[in-house]
């Protein structure tokens, strides 16, 4: 249990990214004039996972970067480490989901079209926003790692 290293609360920030990238898709999709049905509502669990999914794949990027750089690395050396391993997963998983929801999006049924078109904006949108404001949590809590800060200070 070592709190310098412990990552419990960079975890609500990626859950406000996942709130942010949920709110932005169903925003846009809204504005876009796609219409909203029961099923559609489904798709922030989705998105919550996806979301999950992806943070745990950067922080797990960050904790290697520490035994392939060392401890003593800046923390931009580990930030760019981490993004050139967890990016380029984040980045093909996510493509990969934006196609199949794209695809689905043909649908002849409304309720797939609607639901896989604001699941696809939420995809785009969470990868937006775990590499952008996921990453800046992430590199904020690398400097308080960096500091040897424990995690909850009295």
């Given at each position: 249990?070592?709190?310098?290293?412990?990552?419990?609360?960079?975890?609500?920030g990626?859950?406000?990214?996942i709130?942010?990238?949920i709110?932005?898709?169903?925003g846009?999709?809204?504005?876009?004039g796609?219409?909203?049905?029961?099923v559609?509502?489904?798709?922030s669990l989705?998105?919550?996972?996806?979301?999950m999914?992806?943070?745990?794949?950067?922080?797990?990027?960050?904790?290697?970067?520490a035994?392939?750089l060392g401890?003593e690395?800046?923390?931009?050396?580990?930030?760019?480490?981490?993004?050139?391993t967890a990016g380029?997963?984040?980045?093909?998983?996510s493509?990969?989901?934006?196609?199949?929801?794209?695809?689905?999006?043909t649908?002849?049924?409304?309720a797939?079209?609607g639901?896989?078109?604001y699941t696809?904006?939420?995809v785009?949108?969470?990868?937006?926003?775990?590499?952008?404001?996921?990453?800046a949590v992430?590199?904020?809590?690398?400097?308080?790692?960096?500091c040897?800060?424990?995690e909850?200070?009295?």
């Open positions: 249990s070592d709190l310098v290293l412990s990552k419990g609360n960079v975890i609500w990626a859950q406000f990214a709130v942010l990238a709110g932005s898709a169903f846009l999709m809204g504005h876009c796609v219409i909203f049905n029961p559609v509502s489904t798709s989705l998105l919550l996972g996806l979301g999914d992806d943070a745990y794949v950067i922080i797990q990027a960050w904790h290697s970067t035994g392939e401890r690395a800046t923390v931009q050396e580990r930030m760019k480490r981490t993004y050139e380029v997963s984040i980045f093909f998983t493509i990969t989901d934006i196609v199949a929801f794209a695809v689905g999006c649908s002849t049924f409304p797939v079209r639901f896989c078109a696809a904006t939420g785009l949108f969470d990868f937006v926003f775990q590499l952008l404001f996921f990453g992430m590199a904020l809590d690398g400097h308080r790692e960096y040897g800060q424990g909850f200070r009295a």
